[in-house]
């Protein structure tokens, strides 16, 4: 976990412990002087001989891992083949074996989620990686005194050469996303490694470099060569396999269910390589947001060993406190309570499930690229009817139901006036530039003034080349949105109750074949997932693949206008905001009056700013 001058024993042991969440099964640790290196394990692979730190035959190459990789008993046959002799039977062995096989160029064989560190003895080199699309985190810090790493931010807080000062910028981006992308963190001085990058870090220089590995191959204007057919058969065949892989554990496993086509066709594709599969489904008792009847119907059809809790939504949020003890980082996404809440059901029975995340974004599955599409429609209207329109829209009742009408008119009227790009994180994200005008105090905007919170979604726009604005935003959504917000979503709401999530639509090979689809085939007119569809639509009920996307919502308008507004009127209150010093406190006030009078509906700007603070008040300094 570090590296610097000589690693204190203690500081070592405590930051590796404050990861048992991640890894209650077994620790390890080693001390070589200089460095120092920290594991905790959840077993899933060769329970018995698997412990880390793990070194090679001659103690030279040692390593702690993250993830899981897929791929490992392929790996293991070519190396033997080479001569490489294994004491284990786990994925972390063969690891070791290809790094001394190949070096960096391990990256482009593995197939996996993971991160990891290697400590080179001969060269005197920590190689840190992380997996391409962000399944597993791995932050990390440089101090004048030491190079630290770990899993979460929480370890490296523990270090005394860290300091827990915020980071404005990344708060004002926190504000614009709801999360904090990467390469930054909300903390001073802490970096994320970006996902299909890998760093090193060499002791004798003391100093680090980053590199790119692999990145999501999107092109403009993809050329069909073969029949929409042949494709969707295609598309079954590589899925398939990365579901095959994915299915490998020496514990039991089972599939989160929501009844959406993601899942169900995960689901699909399970019971084809196994007999019997257990599926997960948690339902709320507010008919708005419960979807057990779809997983219901699927389990059915599919003939899967179905289990199915229905909740009380109206205390879920009593979970918040203990949520905010695995959030290290503030994240604004409210689906966090019910994806805690699947785990937590989940793992009473697997220490490993299946999920369908990534499937939104390489198959346009979010009703924001069909609005995408409608815009073109109203920029085309005169300014004076789109001027009527803005009005209309602002006399449309307020409702706190799931996703309304009202809260979709005024969201997509958000957008207007800007590129596609920002447009689309307008729509997924909290507040614009002139809401936090208002919110920051004049101290803090005039630091801001210059920066531009934008500014790596501009990043990855110029590294990907494209020139359509659709591609543009295929990419930008599982670079910002999947990667920095729905992953780490899952890891830290799946880690809390240490089950091991997989996710096999994110197996790169898949990635590389969706990305290499004429656009055509994920949103074709207002259809999304076009081609998804298609594939599936003999292999599960009709009436669910047609159906419309609902998403793993909560009734968080309601909660704090009602449950929740004490909560939110304490946090937000005058005397700690202004002791804090970055926000306007009568601004905020009156985001709490107009919501409660729904006469706004500012849920995602209340709920926003209400994570920060509970994080701020557990986490920072």
Not at 27 to 39: A, R, V, Y
Request: aromatic share 12%.
């Amino acid at each position: 976990m570090g590296a610097g001058r000589r690693v204190n024993r203690k500081i070592l042991i405590s930051m590796r412990d404050s990861l048992s969440h991640r890894g209650p099964d077994d620790s390890g640790i080693i001390i070589k002087g200089q460095i120092g290196l920290g594991h905790r394990r959840l077993s899933i692979i060769d329970l018995d001989f698997g412990s880390q730190p793990m070194h090679n035959e001659d103690s030279s190459v040692w390593i702690v891992f993250n993830g899981e990789i897929y791929n490992y008993q392929e790996l293991r046959d070519e190396l033997e083949g080479k001569g490489h002799k294994f004491t284990t039977k786990s994925d972390t062995e063969t690891l070791i074996h290809l790094y001394e096989e190949e070096g960096s160029g391990l990256l482009n064989k593995i197939n996996g989620m993971f991160s990891f560190c290697i400590w080179d003895e001969h060269k005197k080199e920590f190689f840190l990686a992380r997996d391409r699309m962000g399944q597993k985190p791995l932050y990390y810090s440089q101090t004048k005194e030491t190079f630290l790493f770990a899993s979460e931010i929480k370890a490296l807080l523990l270090h005394p050469s860290v300091s827990r000062e915020i980071d404005i910028d990344s708060l004002n981006k926190y504000l614009t996303f709801e999360y904090v992308p990467a390469p930054h963190s909300i903390i001073r001085n802490m970096h994320k490694l970006k996902p299909g990058y890998y760093l090193v870090f060499r002791l004798t220089e003391k100093d680090h470099e980053v590199h790119r590995y692999w990145d999501i191959p999107l092109v403009d204007d993809a050329i069909a060569h073969k029949t929409e057919q042949e494709y969707a058969d295609d598309l079954v065949d590589v899925l398939s396999d990365s579901v095959r892989l994915r299915l490998r554990s020496d514990v039991p496993l089972g599939i989160f269910l929501s009844g959406g086509i993601d899942s169900s066709v995960i689901t699909a594709l399970s019971m084809e390589h196994v007999r019997k599969i257990q599926t997960f489904t948690v339902g709320f008792q507010e008919k708005s947001f419960d979807e057990t009847r779809y997983a219901q119907e699927v389990s059915q059809f599919l003939g899967t060993e179905h289990h199915s809790e229905v909740l009380d939504l109206s205390k879920a949020y009593n979970l918040l406190p203990e949520i905010m003890e695995y959030l290290d980082e503030p994240l604004g996404d409210a689906s966090i309570i019910p994806t805690f809440l699947l785990s937590r059901f989940t793992v009473q029975h697997v220490k490993v499930a299946l999920s369908g995340e990534g499937g939104d974004e390489l198959f346009a599955g979010y009703p924001t690229y069909q609005a995408l599409k409608m815009i073109n429609y109203y920029n085309i209207f005169p300014k004076e009817v789109r001027a009527l329109i803005h009005k209309m829209a602002a006399r449309l009742p307020v409702s706190h139901k799931n996703i309304s009408f009202d809260f979709k008119v005024k969201q997509m009227l958000r957008g207007v006036g800007v590129s596609p790009e920002v447009m689309f994180f307008l729509w997924m994200g909290s507040f614009n530039e002139r809401e936090k005008r208002e919110l920051f105090l004049p101290d803090v905007g005039d630091i801001l003034k210059r920066k531009n919170p934008y500014e790596d979604l501009f990043q990855y726009i110029n590294e990907s080349n494209l020139q359509k604005n659709f591609e543009r935003v295929l990419y930008l959504s599982a670079k910002l949105y999947l990667q920095d917000d729905i992953l780490v979503k899952v890891d830290r709401a799946s880690m809390a109750n240490s089950l091991e999530v997989r996710a096999p639509f994110l197996d790169y090979r898949f990635v590389e074949f969706a990305a290499g689809l004429p656009t055509v085939y994920k949103l074709n007119r207002l259809t999304m997932k076009y081609l998804l569809k298609k594939a599936f639509m003999n292999r599960l009920p009709k009436r669910i693949v047609k159906r419309k996307k609902k998403g793993f919502g909560i009734p968080v308008a309601r909660w704090i206008s009602e449950e929740l507004q004490h909560v939110l009127k304490e946090y937000l209150n005058e005397d700690r905001i202004k002791k804090d010093g970055y926000f306007n406190p009568f601004f905020i006030k009156r985001l709490i009056d107009e919501h409660i009078a729904r006469r706004k509906d500012n849920r995602k700007l209340l709920w926003t700013l209400l994570i920060f603070q509970m994080w701020k008040e557990r986490w920072a300094a």
